[in-house]
């Protein structure tokens, strides 16, 4: 896959990307997003998220710090965006965790058209309909065979799936595509799986072929992170995410498609 073609569209059209997002990660995604060149939105108020919506080239939902009222605004951009005809991510954070996150996440997917559908292997499981729990939002054990889940889930729902992992999974009805860019370091800093939802939504924005668009994403914001680590070996959590954020921005073609771990 030629990741230094999605790379090049996103700095190119600057697409802008709205999220109703995570409260404690809501910087560290706007801010991936404008490393990677397009431009973030970070607009929750019933009030205006279909306004919002209809100015954007994707929509970000992440489920992290939920309430009823997010919820609401929620379904009211998601619809705006299906009218549109722009892709609509969800993050499933914390699906598994409790019931209210179950209920709440069944009811978004019942309300609107959701394009892409992300998590860690026991949200998605959880969304497939598996009886496994999560840790918070940190992944659970799963029995299920993860690839197969999340193709079965593709197919239910008529999307993409993209499960986020030592080895990411990104789904449709037709195929299967893995990804091996990434860095351990990258499960020590709060938030990266909050980012990864908005680097996916960077790269959807730009590209009517979602999971293709999905895996060259976590490519990419993989690919930074290996980068990262080099830059900040035998330092912390958070010189590493400086330094992500800093390499998300210096990334070039040439480099994302020479270190790109697809198949």
């Not at 079965?152 to 990411?168: E, H």
Request: aromatic fraction near 4%; charge should be neutral; proline fraction near 3%.
């Amino acid at each position: 896959m030629n990741n230094s073609l999605y790379l090049s569209s996103v700095r190119a059209r600057k697409p802008l990307v709205h999220h109703i997002t995570n409260w404690v990660t809501i910087y560290d995604c706007a801010q991936i997003v404008k490393s990677f060149g397009a431009s973030p939105v970070m607009a929750h108020a019933p009030e205006e998220a279909a306004a919002m919506a209809s100015l954007a080239s994707s929509l970000v939902l992440n489920i992290g710090t939920l309430t009823a009222d997010i919820i609401a605004s929620m379904k009211i951009a998601a619809r705006r965006a299906n009218e549109k005809g722009i892709p609509v991510v969800l993050d499933v954070c914390g699906a598994g965790a409790t019931r209210f996150r179950d209920d709440m996440v069944r009811e978004l997917l019942g309300a609107a058209r959701i394009d892409i559908i992300k998590g860690n292997a026991s949200e998605v499981a959880r969304v497939a309909g598996e009886d496994v729990r999560t840790k918070g939002v940190d992944a659970g054990d799963v029995r299920a065979d993860t690839t197969a889940v999340a193709q079965r889930l593709a197919r239910d729902r008529g999307c993409t799936v993209a499960v986020t992992g030592k080895i990411d999974v990104v789904a449709d009805a037709a195929r299967v595509i893995r990804v091996g860019n990434g860095h351990e370091m990258m499960a020590r800093v709060v938030g990266t799986g909050c980012m990864a939802a908005s680097v996916i939504g960077t790269f959807a924005a730009v590209s009517p072929g979602l999971a293709e668009a999905a895996a060259a994403g976590l490519s990419c914001f993989g690919i930074a992170a290996e980068r990262a680590a080099l830059r900040t070996k035998e330092r912390g959590p958070a010189a590493f995410k400086e330094a992500l954020l800093d390499e998300a921005y210096l990334l070039d073609g040439p480099t994302a498609d020479g270190m790109g771990r697809i198949e």
